[in-house]
């Protein structure tokens, strides 16, 4: 089951879709939808990759080591997904650290797995302002929904951006305990 941090995103998006004829909001789309999996677990890995593809996002980058990670973290996606329940590396600090530098756009949307009734997994996500918190991630969950549903999110804020000229899209605070 997932908790959704950034609730008037889905509802916006049809009222945004609506409002703006389809030529202009092609042209304020990216072009490409980018996003990275890490996650510890092979299987796992490869199968959230698989649904961030029919999710509708074009590059999903899936470093396979912490190494790797470091590299990774200066690039720009709109789409960090990380699976805290086996993490790439033991070091947490280097993890949230990439994850910090991953998430410093404003417009990159976080969704995080974590534990089944793990609070930290859940506090760790709220504090970085996640999209969305997957308690756990069993065989029958709809991974493609959620990755739709970002992917709605995010074209819905560069539409909005085009609109304006700027940026509209807000990361909101969640005050953050421990």
């Known amino acids: 089951m997932a908790v959704s941090f950034d609730f008037d995103a889905v509802m916006m998006h049809e009222q945004t879709r609506a409002t703006l004829p389809f030529e202009r ?31 509708g996002w074009t590059e999903c980058q899936a470093p396979l080591a912490s190494s790797e990670l470091n590299s990774a973290s200066r ?8 699976d805290l329940g086996s993490s790439l590396t033991a070091d947490l600090a280097g993890l949230e650290a990439a ?41 029958g969950d709809s991974l493609v929904t959620l990755f739709c549903e970002a992917r709605e999110v995010t074209e819905r804020r560069f539409a909005s951006a085009d609109r304006r000229g700027v940026f509209t899209g807000s990361r909101r605070a969640v005050p953050c305990f421990g």
């Open 75 to 82: 690039g720009e996606f709109q789409l960090v997904v990380v």
């Open 99 to 139: 994850v910090d530098a991953l998430v410093a756009r404003p417009d990159t949307l976080l969704v995080v797995f974590g534990s089944t009734d793990s609070v930290e997994h859940e506090q760790w996500a709220r504090c970085r302002g996640a999209f969305a918190h997957v308690p756990g991630v069993a065989a």
């Open 25 to 55: 909001m092609a042209r304020s789309l990216p072009t490409d939808l980018n996003c990275i999996v890490l996650s510890g677990d092979a299987a796992l890995r490869r199968r959230l990759v698989a649904a961030t593809e029919l999710g």
